[in-house]
């Protein structure tokens, strides 16, 4: 059994930075990052597998933001810079327990989810 709790959600103005943490618990193979903006389906943003350095991101992200973990502290970070209105969503942190990651990451493959942080980014 996977535990998720996210946390650092909050406002900022556009092109400022924040940053999401993911407290997680239970085995896991890869860790991710979704958003979810109001009338639209659920994004993958980043993964990172969690034996390994491998990432992927998503073309709407691809170097502003950042994903990390310390796996002593079993926590998933999501460094989040030069931020867009566009990125205003419900972040969710999520986590496949018996498959690796993958370049597509999809909602159905991840069994276990955080509650979600609201992101909201003004312009």
């Known amino acids: 059994q996977v535990q998720l709790v996210e946390s650092g959600g909050g406002s900022v103005q556009a092109g400022g930075s924040l940053r999401l943490s993911c407290a997680a618990s239970g085995r896991r193979r890869c860790m991710g990052w979704f958003r979810q903006a109001p009338g639209t389906g659920r994004e993958g943003v980043a993964t990172?597998?969690?034996?390994?350095?491998?990432?992927y991101y998503a073309d709407s992200v691809r170097g502003r933001f950042t994903i990390s973990q310390d796996n002593a502290k079993n926590t998933v970070y999501l460094q989040m810079n030069s931020r867009k209105p566009e990125d205003t969503a419900i972040y969710y942190c999520?986590?496949?327990?018996?498959?690796?990651?993958?370049?597509?990451?999809?909602?159905?493959?991840?069994?276990?989810w955080g509650q979600g942080t609201q992101v909201t980014v003004s312009s």
């Open positions: 990172i597998s969690a034996t390994g350095p491998s990432t």
């Open positions: 999520a986590a496949r327990v018996y498959t690796d990651c993958n370049d597509a990451p999809r909602q159905a493959d991840f069994a276990y």
